[in-house]
């Protein structure tokens, strides 16, 4: 975070201020944050000084609020799949078209072949995500890994065709933002994970409930996103892929309108969430589904808390911030930096 700010303060909305999940963690959190950190590093992903910006994130952290109800081996699992997301991330994020297009092509590869060796002098996130794969598969249920896989081809395509809107330098409209960015966040692949020792059929995944507290849900991890990432991308001119500039351009309003407008559509969307999640008794749904369903409202509240506890998105007054809500514009940097948290890869 910059100490000379613009003087221009504005207030992020307190979009869960009546959601019912309260925050919690999953006790093998330092454990297996400890193991991951430590795998992670050892690929050499990024440079010392990158490094450590990386890990002020503690991807291990929202993985561990995320995953919470997950036995150890999940949650380790959970902890290596944020910290594969962001390797992807930072080197995507700098990349043009044609060079998303191999990292996912050696990724999915990977993930569909984590028994084979990866080619040697290949980029090195194709090892990340074989291992990690190579993993998750020794206890994962069918179901789950076919899941997984399917969601992350989803996660991958959409990582380069939001590449491809870079080089158009385009600014999306709401409508085409949210067609893009269900896939490009994540969540149906992490998903995949909470069910990872689950055995769900694709019926129950079908289910009406299900469908909207899915969709419904990751809109809101999208929203609560932005609205943390969008300070510091707006000063580093990253944010044309986020809800706040989209919306400001969409409908030619000023940041605090634009503010406004998205945290109504976050009321509507947790609206429609909880009144769905209220059909749940009269549903007949299985243990497993119902602790899956209930996974997707504590995915909500764990996003949110990750934003604010780890110094991704607002150094070490995050905890301030979450309590007053209250920001300062970051001033325009000079230059750009790569990716979402200014991490500068290592040539791999």
């Known amino acids: 975070m910059s100490s000379t700010g613009t003087g221009i303060k504005f207030v992020i909305p307190n979009t869960l201020r009546s959601w019912p999940w309260p925050r919690f963690i999953n006790p093998n959190y330092e454990e297996c944050k400890a193991e991951s950190s430590a795998w992670c590093e ?10 450590k910006a990386f890990n002020k994130c503690d991807f291990n952290l929202l ?24 390797v992807i991330d930072e080197y995507s994020d700098v990349a043009d078209g044609n060079g998303a297009r191999v990292y996912a092509d050696i ?17 090195v996130g194709g090892e990340v995500a074989r291992q990690f794969w190579e993993n998750a598969v020794r206890t994962a249920t069918p179901s789950a890994q076919r899941r997984f896989v399917d969601t992350f081809q989803l996660y991958m395509d959409a990582v380069v065709e939001q590449a491809l809107d870079r080089e158009d330098h385009r600014i999306d409209s709401v409508k085409r933002y949210f067609d893009v960015r269900r896939d490009t966040i994540g969540a149906k692949p992490s998903f995949a994970v909470n069910e990872i020792h689950m055995n769900l ?3 129950d995944m079908e289910h009406p409930i299900i469908k909207t507290l899915t969709w419904t849900s990751i809109d809101m991890l999208i929203i609560g996103n932005d609205l943390c ?25 000023g940041l605090h309108a ?12 947790a609206e429609e969430f909880l009144t769905a999640y209220a059909k749940l008794q009269t549903a007949g749904f299985s243990d497993e589904l ?29 905890v301030e911030i979450e309590r007053t809500r209250i920001t300062e514009l970051l001033p325009k940097e000079e230059s750009g930096a790569g990716g979402n948290t200014g991490l500068v890869p290592v040539a791999h």
């Open 258 to 269: 634009a503010l406004k407008w998205i945290g109504d559509l976050h009321d509507s969307l």
């Open 42 to 51: 050892s690929f050499n992903a990024f440079s010392p000084k990158a490094q």
């Open 229 to 253: 990432s969008y300070n510091v991308e707006q000063s580093r001119g990253d944010d044309r892929h986020n809800l706040v500039t989209i919306v400001m351009n969409e409908q030619q309003i």
């Open 63 to 86: 993985a561990s609020l995320a995953f919470a109800k997950v036995n150890r081996d999940g949650c380790r699992i959970g902890c290596d799949l944020m910290n594969l997301f962001f």
């Open 107 to 123: 990724v999915m590869d990977a993930i569909r072949n984590p028994h084979k060796p990866r080619p040697a002098g290949e980029w």
């Open 290 to 318: 119902a602790s899956y369903a209930d996974d997707l409202g504590n995915w909500v509240r764990a996003n949110d808390k990750w934003s604010f506890e780890s110094e991704r998105y607002f150094g070490k007054e995050g």
């Open 201 to 203: 059929s694709d019926e």
